[in-house]
């Protein structure tokens, strides 16, 4: 019997139960359309109701600046679709960001783009340097899908309204794994998904601070206070909001196991390969669990590969990517010479995961150092 080890909670994360166990009665007996005017509206929209002040307790916001939306996808390009004059976007965003500034960019909107530092953080300073009139928003994520970094957030909304601009977030990696208050933060828009903080797929939501425009991106009926039409995902609402709450309530709990995984993954990592190269730092503001390593002379994809035979999950990149032999962004623009961008691996633990998988993930990496299959050629 293969090993079982799943480690690639970037790319998405299983279902809870508290999440499963909510979504059961709305996917057969609760299949009442909220809109509707007769009482089978009743339970599905008093959920939805609730759903949304469990949200917004979760991430200190008001009930009425959350919307639902499809996904993280959605968020961002709902934003980014949603607001007038210039973008300013960071160049390790990720592609739902990128290409949909890109395709604003078409439409004749000045896009402006930043880099991180070469610890992989955006500080205000970058947003400054390249400042422009005109720019009416800028994009930065909150923590980067790839390397794990957390920006300075409450420091990069500042330097945006300082300036005249509103201020998004990408907090699709961050929401439910690290503690967020939006109002704290000052941030105007904030995009999360469910599914990487073990909800359903195809759900997520933005935040929108109180008093903002934003113009539609789907139109149709009046959902969402008429301003993201479309039926209500009734199940994955409530799903997604019994996975946040429970993710916020295990939250330190979780971290503490997540950070101790990603140390022993590092010190295992260096008892028997002095020559890997982590792109960050342990001290460094990180996601917990989050590993981001090269091997160099080593194939990533050959090494992903055969982990995956073995039953051991992990990724070469951002999960989109992995069909795609293409370097990763983020990496080539922390400057990672392309030979060692092809040689990262991203591990991602998740509280599921029991130091047991830990040591078989460094035992298998272990004995394939070494062999010729997953070498570059040179
Ligand atoms: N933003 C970031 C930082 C992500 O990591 C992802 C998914 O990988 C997305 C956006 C897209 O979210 P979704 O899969 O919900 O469309």
């Known amino acids: 019997?293969?090993?079982?080890?799943?480690?690639?909670?970037?790319?998405?994360?299983?279902?809870?139960?508290a999440a499963w166990e909510a979504m059961v009665p709305f996917l057969r007996g609760e299949f009442g359309n909220p809109s509707s005017l007769h009482s089978w509206a009743k339970v599905p929209r008093k959920a939805i109701a609730e759903a949304r002040a469990t949200i917004a307790e979760c991430i200190g916001a008001n009930l009425e600046e959350i919307y639902f939306t499809s996904g993280g996808t959605e968020s961002d390009n709902w934003v980014l679709k949603g607001t007038t004059g210039g973008l300013m976007v960071s160049t390790y965003e990720h592609h739902a960001v990128l290409n949909a500034a890109?395709?604003?960019?078409?439409?004749?909107?000045?896009?402006?783009?930043?880099?991180?530092?070469?610890?992989?953080?955006?500080?205000?300073?970058?947003?400054?340097?390249?400042?422009?009139?005109?720019?009416?928003?800028?994009?930065?994520?909150?923590?980067?899908?790839?390397?794990?970094?957390?920006?300075?957030?409450n420091l990069l909304a500042e330097a945006a309204h300082e300036r005249g601009a509103l201020f998004h977030t990408d907090a699709v990696q961050a929401v439910g794994h690290i503690p967020?208050?939006?109002?704290?933060?000052?941030?105007?828009?904030?995009?999360?998904?469910?599914?990487?903080?073990?909800?359903?797929?195809g759900i997520g939501f933005l935040y929108v601070?109180?008093?903002l425009k934003l113009n539609q991106l789907i139109n149709g009926g009046q959902q969402e206070a008429g301003m993201r039409a479309g039926t209500e995902n009734?199940?994955?609402?409530?799903?997604?909001?019994?996975?946040?709450?429970?993710?916020?309530?295990?939250m330190s709990i979780n971290s503490e196991r997540l950070y101790a995984h990603a140390k022993r993954f590092r010190d295992g990592i260096r008892s028997f390969c002095a020559n890997a190269i982590f792109h960050t730092r342990e001290e460094d503001n990180l996601l917990p669990g989050f590993v981001s390593v090269a091997f160099p002379g080593y194939s990533a994809e050959g090494l992903m590969h055969i982990l995956d035979i073995k039953g051991i999950a992990v990724s070469t990149g951002a999960a989109c990517d992995s069909k795609n032999t293409k370097i990763s962004h983020v990496l080539k623009s922390l400057k990672i010479p392309a030979?060692?961008?092809?040689?990262?691996?991203?591990?991602?633990?998740?509280?599921?995961?029991?130091?047991?998988?830990v040591i078989a993930i460094v035992t298998a990496l272990e004995s394939l150092l070494g062999n010729r299959n997953v070498k570059i050629a040179k």
Do not use: Q
Request: aromatic share 4%; proline share 5%; with cysteine.
């Open 339 to 357: 030979s060692l961008a092809k040689s990262t691996i991203r591990v991602t633990f998740g509280p599921e995961n029991a130091i047991a998988d």
């Open 180 to 201: 967020i208050d939006v109002h704290k933060l000052g941030v105007d828009f904030l995009s999360a998904s469910a599914h990487k903080f073990n909800g359903p797929k």
């Open 209 to 211: 601070r109180n008093g």
């Open 1 to 17: 019997m293969p090993i079982k080890v799943y480690a690639d909670h970037a790319a998405t994360t299983p279902l809870c139960n």
């Open 234 to 250: 009734v199940a994955s609402i409530v799903g997604m909001a019994a996975a946040l709450k429970e993710n916020c309530r295990k």
């Open 102 to 153: 890109a395709s604003e960019a078409d439409r004749g909107r000045e896009v402006v783009i930043v880099s991180p530092n070469s610890d992989g953080v955006i500080k205000p300073g970058a947003l400054a340097r390249k400042w422009k009139g005109g720019i009416g928003l800028v994009s930065v994520m909150m923590a980067n899908n790839e390397i794990g970094t957390i920006n300075p957030i």
